[in-house]
């Protein structure tokens, strides 16, 4: 039954997110927000949903360590299984907003929520609202950047949710908003049965089934954008994918409520955390440089390999 939950909630959680994202950029239109905006902040926060609800329904359910597992894990997964898949399919060019500023902003917040982690083996409520603020601030500097560089990779937009009436976004709200809590209730009620059925702590079922979960969307998208010889999710789009789960997930659960670790390997798969971004430097300036070709794409998938098989060992 576990298994079924865990199957479930996923589902929800896909059908959830994808309806809170609709109805987010359909009401956004409404009060004029520019695309720019939009890309930049409410579809960023929407796709970020799914991550919070079960982070937040697990610290709240008294799992705080399936909750951070989840967004350690999927950090992880974003850049060495998402990355690694859509890199073995078709090479990904690197902009030099990766270097200027995306990935300093990503190891910046990794490093200050592993330091909030190690210090104490908690994330408070001060700490929670200082990542939060700080993605406020990310946010608002690279908004200014991309109004003045059009380089500067921003999310997607549907032009056709211009159209959208407010009875249609308040439906696609209001299921949304009921998938994704259903579908984060079953999804760590199943986690957290299996992780006792296997004797495997909530910590690793976080990082991992939890996270590679949560993750498919954008391994799905970027797979079938890569056959089709369409443009892939983009590596800033996943860096900023890391961000903000660092940032809204861990920081808005932690205001809510704090969240206190007790498991060593939480703390351990940080390092793996780190490593997998900084990794991505030499990556870029390796030949060829400022491409993510095959090659480095199967090395980032083999270290996810690693990852899994040192997290179940």
């Keep these: 039954m576990s298994i079924a939950y865990i199957i479930i909630g996923f589902i929800l959680l896909v059908v959830g997110g994808e309806f809170l994202v609709r109805s987010s950029v359909g009401l956004s239109f409404k009060l004029n927000l520019s695309k720019l905006i939009i890309g930049m902040t409410v579809v960023s926060f929407a796709t970020s949903a799914p991550e919070l609800l079960v982070s937040l ?8 360590d399936l909750a951070l597992g989840n967004v350690i894990g999927s950090n992880i997964a974003n850049i060495a299984l998402v990355l690694g898949v859509t890199a073995v399919i078709a090479p990904l060019t690197v902009d030099e907003n990766f270097y200027k500023m995306n990935w300093p902003a990503m ?8 330091y909030f982690l190690q210090n104490d083996s908690t994330i408070s409520r001060t700490e929670g609202a200082f990542l939060f603020f700080s993605l406020i601030v990310f946010v608002y500097i690279m908004i200014a950047k991309a109004k003045k560089d059009k380089s500067v990779a921003i ?15 308040f439906f696609w709200l209001a299921i949304g908003g009921l998938a994704l809590y259903f579908g984060s209730e079953l999804l760590v009620t199943g986690a957290k049965d299996i992780a006792k059925q296997m004797g495997i702590s909530d ?4 990082a991992t089934v939890v996270a590679i979960g949560t993750s498919v969307p954008e391994l799905a998208a970027s ?18 994918s890391n961000i903000f789960n660092i940032g809204s997930v861990i920081g ?17 798969n940080m390092y793996w955390m780190l490593a997998v971004a900084a990794i991505l430097i030499p990556f870029i300036l390796i030949p060829k440089k400022m491409q993510i070709g095959r090659i ?6 083999f270290m996810y390999v690693v990852f899994l098989y040192t997290s179940f060992k």
């Design 57 to 64: 329904q697990a610290a709240l359910d008294g799992a705080p």
């Design 107 to 114: 190891m910046l917040f990794s490093v200050i929520f592993y």
């Design 155 to 169: 999310e997607e937009v549907d032009d056709t949710l211009m159209e959208v009436g407010y009875p249609k976004i």
């Design 203 to 206: 910590g690793v079922i976080g």
């Design 223 to 240: 797979i079938i954008a890569a056959i089709k010889g369409e443009k892939a999710i983009s590596i800033g789009n996943l860096i900023g």
């Design 252 to 268: 808005l659960t932690a205001i809510i409520t704090p969240i206190k670790t007790e498991e060593i390997n939480v703390v351990t």
């Design 296 to 301: 480095k794409g199967i090395l980032l998938l």
